[in-house]
Antibody, heavy 121, light 107 residues
Framework: QVQLVQSGAEVKKPGASVKVSCKASGYTFTSYGISWVRQAPGQGLEWMGWISAYNGNTNYAQKLQGRVTMTTDTSTSTAYMELRSLRSDDTAVYYC??????????????WGQGTTVTVSS | EIVLTQSPGTLSLSPGERATLSCRASQSVSSSYLAWYQQKPGQAPRLLIYGASSRATGIPDRFSGSGSGTDFTLTISRLEPEDFAVYYCQQYGSSPGFGPGTKVDIK
């Protein structure tokens, strides 16, 4: 079955970086994109960005430009999201999701289980 | 940047009732690039509707989406107990983003 499995919870200090992985299975990885969405405790959903697993093109949320990098490894059908210069307000559950758009962002039809990232000194 | 506003913030209804959720965009959403998601506590979101009115795979037909331009609606024709959740709209044009959500709770 189609699924996305994310890496485990992380605890980081302010100023550090975190890299979350998202391993896809059950579908042709390069026929879709991967979007990343985060949710701070008790808050709504925040779109972070999208990467095409087809050609590697990216589209990042303006507020995260310069701090976030999304990549894919098509040989292992795995997507990665790295966030640098972490602050306390980056504490959130981070989700990867299969994006129906292989060349531009679209709707997200399969979601990972979420990875909790806690930023605390 | 397109800003999405959802109303009401909370909708209190009983099972069997009809739910009508609104999503309004600050600018026209191109090609009806609008989706609706359902999220229950402790779970990842689930895609319900994309392209403003197309149901995602496996979504019951009591869920329907409509609208275009700046005004969109998600309708749940008869609420089932499992439908009480938070619902988010999302536009996925050039700079995707989510609305703040509508919580549907049991009256």
């Amino acid at each position: 079955q189609v699924q996305l499995v994310q890496s485990g919870a992380e605890v980081k200090k302010p100023g550090a970086s975190v890299k979350v992985s998202c391993k896809a299975s059950g579908y042709t990885f390069t026929s879709y994109g991967i979007s990343w969405v985060r949710q701070a405790p008790g808050q709504g959903l925040e779109w972070m960005g999208w990467i095409s697993a087809y050609n590697g093109n990216t589209n990042y949320a303006q507020k995260l430009q310069g701090r976030v990098t999304m990549t894919t490894d098509t040989s292992t059908s795995t997507a990665y999201m790295e966030l640098r210069s972490l602050r306390s307000d980056d504490t959130a559950v981070y989700y990867c999701a299969r994006d129906k758009g292989p060349v531009v962002p679209a709707a997200m039809d399969v979601w990972g289980q979420g990875t909790t990232v806690t930023v605390s000194s | 940047e397109i800003v999405l506003t959802q109303s009401p913030g909370t909708l209190s209804l009983s099972p069997g009732e009809r739910a009508t959720l609104s999503c309004r965009a600050s600018q026209s959403v191109s090609s009806s690039y609008l989706a609706w998601y359902q999220q229950k506590p402790g779970q990842a979101p689930r895609l319900l509707i994309y392209g403003a009115s197309s149901r995602a795979t496996g979504i019951p037909d009591r869920f329907s989406g409509s609208g275009s331009g700046t005004d969109f609606t998600l309708t749940i024709s008869r609420l089932e107990p499992e439908d009480f959740a938070v619902y988010y709209c999302q536009q996925y044009g050039s700079s995707p983003g989510f609305g703040p959500g509508t919580k549907v709770d049991i009256k």
